[in-house]
């Protein structure tokens, strides 16, 4: 058998050319890892107009307590608190009962976390202690009661408290926060690339353009995603008209500054406890954050994905998947508007990737659009006209 030796001194150069090609893509593929791992924990300094400033330090707050009526299974809830607790690296303050902490502690796995078992049921929450008998009577006058119950209820309304004791209760233990949200514990139900979420700078810069276009101090802006805009007959609604019960909140999602949500949590209760008094329904927070969005609008900074007005929508296909483009469940559309531009190039990614299902086909797949900040004041005044003030409030809050 002959053997070519031409053949064989070609195949060595080429193989030698080829090593330095492997370790370099090695140490790319290396380095693009740890940015990426490492990148969901350290939070960089930001740099505006030339000045370093430190990365804003964000807390979520979040609660489990499993209902005897609900719309989903504890095996619903399992999954969804592991898409949430699992991947989220940002700091998270926890309320369950007792008996759900080892849950949490599992759907957590390694990454920190502050548990409070201290209430067996959010009726226990200094709020709502004493209510259940009312919380019960003012079922009746639920237009949703077959799908709610006053269990429910009282996880809601229970939701600022928990948001506002868990930052003073970390504050006392010498854990300061310049920003914390609520988040609902079960927000989290399909599979995404969110880590260090939301993004410090992403939120750093929503709050500076908030207070750029409220005039209000960033320190004083509550955030809520928004659902939908008040029907053009709330322009005459006043306080003692109670609740507004309209498709505008979404109440799965929000906070601020501790200022802020100290404000929020004063604010919300006092007209909770108002409403309550008349024997008005207040089972369904979002209605009563709908009423304080048209008393108090100046406080709030909002994204509405629907915004008809925002730069986001010029150019969009009718035929485009979802109102700005395919942006996975709309409702949850906050979560990629809060975070990081390469997380957003993700899950714009992912996102394409189910594209091809038989319900998509017909439709242009647009990639996700980021819309605008938008204030409360200036959309209600676009929605009732320029000359529109919010209505006098006189609960002391």
């Known amino acids: 058998m002959s053997i070519n030796l031409a053949s064989?001194?070609?195949?060595?150069?080429?193989?030698?050319?080829?090593?330095?090609?492997?370790?370099?893509?090695?140490l790319v593929v290396n380095f693009r890892t740890h940015a990426e791992t490492t990148g969901a924990v350290?939070?960089?300094?930001?740099?505006?107009?030339?000045?370093?400033?430190?990365?804003?330090?964000?807390?979520?707050?979040?609660?489990?307590?499993?209902?005897a009526k609900s719309k989903h299974t504890l095996r619903d809830y399992e999954m969804w608190l592991s898409q949430f607790l699992k991947p989220i690296s940002t700091d998270i303050y926890f309320y369950a009962p007792p008996e759900m902490e080892a849950l949490v502690r599992k759907c957590r796995g390694d990454l920190p976390i502050t548990i409070n078992t201290t209430f067996a049921s959010p009726f226990d929450v200094a709020p709502l202690n004493g209510t259940r008998e009312r919380y019960d009577a003012m079922?009746?006058?639920?237009?949703?009661?077959g799908r709610h119950s006053p269990e429910l209820y009282a996880v809601w309304n229970a939701k600022p408290y928990f948001l506002d004791a868990a930052v003073k209760t970390l504050t006392q233990a010498g854990k300061d926060y310049d920003f914390a949200f609520w988040n609902d514990a079960g927000s989290f139900r399909a599979a995404h690339k969110y880590a260090g979420w939301p993004d410090p700078a992403r939120v750093r810069e929503v709050?500076?353009?908030?207070?750029?276009?409220?005039?209000?101090?960033?320190?004083?802006?509550?955030?809520?995603?928004?659902?939908?805009?008040?029907?053009?007959?709330?322009?005459?609604?006043?306080?003692?008209?109670g609740p507004v019960d309209n498709e505008i909140s979404e109440g799965s999602f929000f906070g601020g500054a501790p200022r802020a949500i100290a404000w929020w949590r004063s604010t919300f209760y006092a007209y909770h406890d108002h409403y309550l008094a008349l024997d008005i329904f207040v089972g369904k927070d979002q209605t009563l954050i709908n009423a304080l969005f048209l008393l108090f609008p100046s406080r709030f900074i909002n994204v509405w994905l629907d915004d008809p007005a925002a730069p986001a929508h010029t150019g969009r296909s009718a035929q485009a998947q979802g109102g700005l483009g395919n942006c996975g469940p709309e409702w949850f559309y906050y979560q990629f508007w809060l975070s990081s531009?390469?997380?957003?190039?993700?899950?714009?990614?992912?996102?394409?990737k189910g594209a091809w299902l038989?319900?998509?086909?017909?439709?242009?797949?647009?990639?996700?659009?980021?819309?605008?900040?938008?204030?409360?004041?200036?959309?209600l005044q676009w929605r009732f006209g320029n000359a529109w003030a919010p209505p006098q409030h006189t609960i002391d809050t």
């Open 42 to 67: 350290l939070t960089p300094p930001i740099i505006v107009g030339g000045d370093v400033l430190p990365s804003p330090k964000i807390l979520l707050v979040s609660a489990f307590f499993p209902l």
């Open 139 to 145: 079922h009746v006058h639920d237009r949703e009661r």
């Open 207 to 241: 709050w500076d353009e908030g207070s750029s276009l409220s005039g209000e101090k960033a320190e004083d802006l509550v955030f809520f995603p928004l659902a939908g805009i008040p029907d053009t007959s709330f322009k005459f609604w006043t306080q003692d008209f």
């Open 8 to 26: 064989i001194h070609w195949r060595s150069r080429f193989f030698l050319l080829l090593i330095p090609c492997v370790f370099g893509l090695l």
């Open 358 to 379: 038989p319900w998509h086909w017909g439709r242009t797949r647009t990639p996700c659009r980021e819309t605008r900040v938008i204030t409360m004041k200036d959309l």
């Open 341 to 352: 531009r390469s997380v957003q190039d993700a899950m714009r990614t992912l996102w394409n």
